[in-house]
């Protein structure tokens, strides 16, 4: 079993930064596709950002792309999220997802409890 803790989140203003962490249990982590999804209330969860296991291929949602990075260490089995210009629209719960050769991670194994991030204009 794979536990993915997220941390990082907060409540900052319009066109600030916030980097969110997700540290994983396993020993396998070097060996799966992570991403970060996110949820706004009345909203599908949607896929924000992915990473291969081997940090060669990356995914963006084309609403975050330019101002949001992936990126990974898998010596500290962390994958983070680098969140750049925050807009009141990235108002939502981030989670963590864990999966294995997908990159759009269309059905994660895993997933973390989420971290709330709040953007105020």
């Known amino acids: 079993q794979v536990q993915l803790a997220e941390s990082g989140g907060g409540l900052v203003q319009d066109g600030d930064s916030l980097r969110l962490s997700c540290a994983a249990s396993?020993?396998?982590?070097?060996?799966?596709?992570m991403g970060w999804f996110r949820q706004a209330p009345g909203k599908e969860r949607e896929l924000v950002a992915s990473?291969?296991?081997?940090?060669?291929?990356?995914y963006y949602a084309d609403s975050t792309k330019g101002r949001f990075t992936i990126s990974r260490a898998n010596a500290k089995n962390t994958v983070y999220l680098q969140m750049n210009s925050l807009k009141p629209e990235d108002t939502a719960v981030y989670y963590c997802?864990?999966?294995?050769?997908?990159?759009?991670?269309?059905?994660?194994?895993?997933w973390g409890q989420g971290t709330q991030v709040t953007v105020s204009s």
């Open positions: 997802a864990a999966g294995y050769y997908d990159l759009t991670l269309r059905t994660p194994d895993y």
């Open positions: 396993a020993r396998t982590f070097s060996s799966q596709v």
């Open positions: 990473i291969s296991s081997g940090g060669t291929r990356i």
